[in-house]
């Protein structure tokens, strides 16, 4: 994540709504991933995320990391899981996305910040209904493959990010919108399926 006034402000929000999904989708993979990135000096990261950096967040959030990596593929537990990260994932892109652009005015950082929070929430609420789908299935193939590839895909595309903007921009644009397609027939299924048991309880 570049210095923030040396690059244009397109560039920048594409590369923040890339990280806040990555965020939204795996916080700890992301902040490892970042704080790695930046240790190594492959990533010059802004002023106000230099913390990332430190090896004490960087070990932190690969411990965490290594936490999600197992509790996330647990049928039935990964639902509590990711419920209690609703109060982590969303805040904690928020205050990334409001660090990052510290040095930018106090209108674009505003702006900067809901976006974080936004994006990370739809890729939240889209991972969210994804196991609500995947976790009545009897086996547990289907969850542990998606919970890899969330993981996976947190951290391509915050690699992505670091190095072209844009197209993580646009790849997690489309993410955004697939996720709330796909957020909307989870919820048109869920009411078909209420309103047919409502319906099959009256008749009896």
């Known amino acids: 994540m570049?210095?923030?006034?040396?690059?244009?402000?397109?560039?920048?929000?594409?590369?923040?709504?890339?990280?806040?999904?990555?965020?939204?989708?795996?916080?700890?993979?992301?902040?490892?991933?970042?704080?790695?990135l930046a240790r190594f000096g492959?990533?010059?990261l802004p002023p106000?995320?230099?913390?990332?950096?430190?090896?004490?967040?960087?070990a932190a959030s690969t411990a965490l990391f290594c936490i999600e990596f197992f509790a996330d593929k647990v049928p039935a537990f990964d639902l509590?899981?990711?419920?209690?990260?609703t109060?982590?994932?969303v805040p904690v892109a928020a205050i990334l996305a409001y660090r990052a652009t510290s040095q930018l005015s106090l209108e674009h950082q505003l702006l900067a910040t809901l976006l974080g929070?936004?994006?990370?929430?739809?890729?939240?609420?889209g991972k969210t209904a994804a196991r609500v789908a995947?976790?009545?299935?009897?086996e547990p193939l289907s969850n542990f493959t998606l919970s890899v590839g969330e993981d996976v895909l947190a951290i391509g595309l915050t690699w992505l990010a670091t190095r072209h903007p844009y197209l993580a921009g646009i790849l997690a644009a489309g993410l955004i919108l697939t996720v709330l397609f796909t957020i909307r027939l989870v919820i048109s299924a869920l009411r078909s399926l209420f309103v047919g048991a409502r319906h099959e309880l009256a008749a009896h």
């Open 117 to 125: 929070a936004a994006v990370a929430l739809i890729a939240h609420g």
């Open 2 to 36: 570049p210095d923030a006034l040396k690059i244009p402000p397109g560039e920048l929000f594409a590369l923040l709504t890339a990280i806040g999904f990555a965020a939204g989708l795996n916080l700890y993979a992301t902040v490892a991933a970042l704080g790695l």
């Open 42 to 44: 492959h990533l010059p």
């Open 48 to 58: 106000g995320l230099h913390l990332l950096e430190s090896w004490a967040v960087i």
């Open 87 to 89: 109060f982590i994932r």
């Open 80 to 85: 509590i899981w990711n419920a209690l990260h």
């Open 134 to 138: 995947v976790t009545p299935s009897p």
